[in-house]
């Protein structure tokens, strides 16, 4: 996440703004003016998926288990990388299920996948109540096992009698 600082003088007509390594100073002729500016700065922050499951994951972080701490962390750093670096205010539907396909095509099985999918949402609800999404999770496995025979599917019943 960009940091953003402000720094007033004195007399608090001169902002001094600081965003990531650029530095502006602005200077207003009423201090009210100034503080109107400060405040429109504050609420302009670009936040990033990745920047929210930071947050989640600090405000979290006392009441969870050390390990799921860590798991938070491993699919904020690893997974659903389509996303971490979008504005969480721009984000829609598309973009949200084309990371979930990516972590398909890798072969994640549907109960990982499901797990993304809620913490996901959890992270997002603070951020984004109005965002009402649905992710298909259309998963299929590379093979099914046949139950009824306890064979795979490749295997021919015939070759195998002895």
């Not at 953003?4 to 004195?10: A, E, G, M, R, W």
């Not at 993304?116 to 099914?144: A, M, Q």
Request: aromatic share 10%.
């Amino acid at each position: 996440m960009c940091k953003k600082l402000l720094y007033y003088n004195k007399e608090g007509s001169t902002i001094t703004m600081k965003i990531g390594k650029y530095t502006i100073a602005c200077t207003f002729k009423r201090k009210k003016a100034a503080k109107k500016a400060s405040e429109e700065f504050k609420m302009e922050e670009i936040l990033t998926v990745k920047d929210c499951f930071t947050a989640y994951i600090n405000d979290v972080r006392e009441k969870l288990a050390a390990a799921t701490i860590k798991g938070y962390e491993n699919i904020r750093d690893k997974h659903l990388q389509h996303i971490m670096p979008m504005n969480v205010k721009t984000i829609n539907d598309d973009d949200i299920q084309h990371a979930f396909d990516e972590e398909i095509e890798k072969g994640y099985s549907k109960k990982t996948l499901k797990g993304y999918w809620t913490l996901l949402k959890k992270v997002l609800e603070s951020h984004r109540p109005d965002l009402k999404t649905n992710v298909i999770l259309n998963y299929e496995p590379e093979f099914k096992w046949d139950t009824t025979n306890r064979r795979m599917p490749n295997e021919n019943p015939e070759t195998d009698k002895t």
